[in-house]
């Protein structure tokens, strides 16, 4: 089955959803905020739109969804601010895949578009030209018509590929690169990663305007071993969770036939 139609973070608001689990990724977008106004300004400084349009590609469903695009709302308001000049209308892209929650963000746009509005004070009608638009589909693909969007920003999501690589057979007892995976499986992860990153350049590439701008910020690791515990460890401790549970199935399962044997021989008797 592929990834498109299956993945999707757990939705809604409770204990257990995307929602209240995601102070790491919040934590991610506040690093990168420096480099995100950045390339705001620049865009803004260097091309003066009356329409900007901005898109957030894996927006996922919880407080990190609206939070970039409110920043970078913030960020031209306050140049035009300065500049005394009228601000643009925002046209905000919220992309993911089909089975994220888009129902929970919609519920919660009338509310954020209201703090929005007190929060950038004299300009207060600007809230009121924010346009939201959900955008179901794989960002390893086409999204957006040609030269439509001004600035791509995508935190924490690209790290997940459009598919398992094929040729993972000889990964025994692995869901992921592991210290015990054979070589090829890491080549065929490090391919998988080359060609799904590289469509989503292309495809990128032509939906920006001139002079637009990107923000991406997905996972990485700083050692040369592409099984260091860095960053693959978690999913070695989800394997062997996972093996343990097969085995104790498995057990109970031959228990089972013994007891059955047991059972239909005592009958004989
Ligand atoms: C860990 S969440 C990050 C969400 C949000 N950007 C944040 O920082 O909190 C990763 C998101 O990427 C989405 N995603 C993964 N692969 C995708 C794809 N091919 N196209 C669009 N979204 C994708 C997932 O569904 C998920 O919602």
């Known amino acids: ?18 929602a ?18 950045e390339a705001m300004t620049k865009l803004f400084c260097s091309t003066s739109p009356t329409k900007v349009a ?40 919220l992309n993911d895949l089909p089975g994220n929650d888009f129902n929970t963000i919609f519920r919660s746009l009338a509310s954020f578009q209201k703090i929005l509005r007190k929060q950038l004070g004299s300009a207060s009608g600007a809230a009121g030209q924010c346009f939201f638009t959900g955008v ?11 030269n439509s969007v001004h600035l791509f920003h995508s935190s924490y999501s690209l790290q997940w590929l459009s598919q398992v ?5 000889s990964n025994k007892g692995n869901i992921f690169m592991a210290s015990t995976s054979p070589p090829c ?18 495809c990128r590439s032509e939906e920006l305007v001139a002079e637009g701008r990107m923000v991406l910020t997905f996972l990485g690791r700083k ?20 093996n343990n ?25």
């Open 1 to 18: 089955m592929e990834v498109v139609q299956v993945l999707h973070m757990n939705g809604g608001v409770g204990g257990t959803s995307y």
């Open 20 to 37: 209240s689990n995601s102070l790491v990724q919040e934590k991610v977008i506040s690093i990168a905020k420096p480099i995100t106004e």
């Open 54 to 93: 901005i898109a957030d590609l894996g927006c996922s469903s919880g407080p990190n969804t609206l939070l970039v695009a409110s920043e970078l709302i913030k960020v031209v308001n306050k140049i035009c601010d300065k500049l005394g000049s009228q601000l643009p209308e925002f046209q905000v892209f």
């Open 136 to 146: 179901p589909g794989s960002f390893y693909g086409r999204l957006f018509p040609r």
């Open 165 to 169: 690589p094929d040729g993972l057979e």
């Open 185 to 202: 499986v890491l080549t065929a992860y490090y391919e998988q990663f080359q060609r799904d990153f590289s469509l989503f350049l292309k």
């Open 223 to 242: 050692s040369q071993d592409p099984s260091s515990k860095e960053c693959c460890y978690i999913w070695e401790l989800l394997a062997t969770a996972l």
């Open 245 to 269: 549970m097969v085995s104790e199935v498995t057990k109970s399962f031959l228990l089972l036939i013994v007891f059955n044997q047991l059972n239909y021989k005592l009958k004989d008797l």
